[in-house]
């Protein structure tokens, strides 16, 4: 349904640049509707099921099952969109979400047993509309060999920080200062607009790819080894994410500080904001495989210290190094996807990579508060330093399947040069790695 914008390589690649894509505000507003909830649905149940059960253990519970719920389910969802199309899986998704939160909030302010708010859980998680990686789809369907593709992923990266930052604080102060079911409310309510205006634009999306076309019959991005590997890697990332969410709440307790609790999170935040800003404005001169390395590298060690701190200034500048190491990893994984899979496959490669960010948080949310009931905050600490540590020697062991289709060799990055070069945003001429 769209063509790809070319652009002049020779252009220092910038935000501004970016939004005057054509058609680029018209997704990227109603996108970002959609997308703050998200940020939103976790705590938000974890606020209402206390509530009504007076069990953090009891809503922990209700609130993992609904994210790996979403994890299981966002790859499938991604592979029917790269089929249907995005408003043909979009609109009935998000009609089911509004419907399953609904259910879910009704059950627990009847006081349902815990079974019940499990099972309704899983609809509610299965149905969570992947509107991130629909909007990274249509950046890359518009931006396909052009150097704006790595800063259109850390605007996405920023964006997804941004949604995280501002969900919490939300949901937060309408489950405490309106009502207990008002921040899951709020999450359904923008979810079916923004989703439902996001599926009108329909000149943007990408062009569907029916599964009777040559050769993509049994077509999966999962097929694709550089995307297996990468999925190792946003596994430990989400690992970072579910250890720090857990490790800092408990840590802030400890001090007997508790409002310390967003503030240390929100450092955490911050740097990985920063960051993915810095990424944006920057033409890299490394290959992108080298650049994954390197910045996983830097969050593994990062990551790794954290258990350390006995502080909250300390921790705090801990986190933010975290957070500063986390957005290269994640926006060069994002940036990589062109050149590992096929374009008819790359909604479905994107919600496996959100889905593994989703997955790794859940299990280590689990983890990091069995290690912090029993033992304190620098055990839970040990989670997102176990999940970086084995994401990197997959990394490292498997780096040869995340070069690209293209052999290396040395290149201009002109007009002239391959899609998949010319994507990275390379500017003059460079080795590709």
Known sequence: MTSAVTTDTSARPGYGALLRTPGALGFVLPGFAARLPFGMLTIS?????QHTTGSYGSAGIVSAVTGISMALSAPVMGKFTDRRGQSAVLVPVVLAHAAA???????????????????SAVPTGA????????????????LEGSPLLPTAAAFESVTDE????????LATALCTGVHPAAGLATEAALTLV????????RATQPATHAPAAAGEKHASALSHAGLRVLIAAFLGIGAVFGGMQVSLAAFSNEIGNPGANGLLYGVFAAGNMIAGIACGAIAWKIGPRRRLLLGYAGLTVTASVLWTAHSAVLLGALGLLVGLCIAPALITGYTMVESLVPAH???EAFTWLTGAVAFGQAVAVVLAGRLTDAHGSSYGFLVPMAGTVLALATL????????????SRIINASASAPADERGMGHRTPVTVD
């Open 45 to 49: 149940i974890l606020l209402l099921v």
């Open 101 to 119: 939160v609904a259910a879910l909030v009704t059950l627990a302010l009847l006081d349902a047993p815990l079974w019940a708010l499990a099972l």
């Open 127 to 142: 149905s969570v509309p992947q509107v991130g990686p629909m909007v990274r789809a249509r950046w890359t369907a518009r």
């Open 162 to 169: 941004f949604t995280f930052v501002v969900g919490p604080v």
């Open 194 to 201: 923004g989703g439902l205006v996001f599926a009108a634009r």
């Open 345 to 347: 496959t790359r909604t």
């Open 396 to 407: 490292l062991a498997l780096r040869s399947r995340l070069a690209p289709k293209a052999p």
